[in-house]
């Protein structure tokens, strides 16, 4: 089961981080230490991120968000209302492990459900203009894969919005994280929120 966080500040500066773990609800059953908010190597460091600041974690694996569907008969499942979650923010955080050199299913699934902006509800899809966009990502490999930030870039460009950067760590070992990447974590977190 797929588990996507979006992590939302309820200030005047909000902002929303998204995180996907495909393999979370796996590890919930199968290792300790993971409970029910969240796991994984992406969520840890999403958590390092967030830390020093008044952010909400909304955990997609709590909502239903079906493919996009050509007669929008899926309106009115949770894709709507999160999508207007994000009007009310000033910037947005995806994070993603990286799966087979791409995002994860789920958060493509939220992806392509962007394109209900373009026609259901352009009134959202306008209202993202000017919204600040950044990626936490993680994987085993040293670097992003080539392209992986493409779709980032190109559909906050296609809203209007702006995609700044990425941060991207990769873990030896599952589940471990060191400390080195918990501090860049944390400078990310600073960068994003304190500026
Ligand atoms: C299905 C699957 C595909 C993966 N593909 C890649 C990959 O293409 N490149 C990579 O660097 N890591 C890959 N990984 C490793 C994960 O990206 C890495 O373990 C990541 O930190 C997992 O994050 P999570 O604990 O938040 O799920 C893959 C892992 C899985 C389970």
């Known amino acids: 089961m797929p588990l996507t966080c979006f992590i939302y500040l309820e200030n005047d500066a909000k902002k929303i981080c998204n995180n996907l773990s495909t393999m979370w609800k796996y590890r919930h ?32 694996l709590n909502h239903i968000i079906s493919p996009y569907d050509y007669e929008h008969k899926n309106k009115d499942d949770d894709f709507i209302r999160i999508a207007e979650k994000l009007v009310e923010t000033d910037i947005i955080v995806f994070a993603t492990p990286v799966y087979w050199y791409s995002m994860s299913s789920q958060l493509k699934i939220f992806f392509d459900r962007l394109s209900d902006l373009l026609n259901i509800r352009k009134d959202i899809g306008r209202a993202l203009k000017g919204k600040i966009c950044y990626l936490v990502a993680s994987g085993t490999d040293k670097e992003l894969p080539d392209g992986f930030e493409v779709p980032f870039r190109d559909t906050c460009k296609h809203f209007g919005m702006r995609y700044k950067e990425a941060f991207y760590f990769f873990v030896k070992k599952e589940g471990v994280m060191s400390e080195n990447v918990r501090n860049s974590a944390s400078k990310f977190g600073a960068k994003i929120f304190s500026s």
Request: aromatic residues 10%; charged residues 30%.
């Open 29 to 60: 059953f199968t290792r300790k230490n993971y409970d029910d908010s969240c796991g994984g190597n992406t969520m840890e460091a999403v958590q390092e991120v967030v830390r020093d600041y008044n952010v909400e974690v909304i955990d997609l």
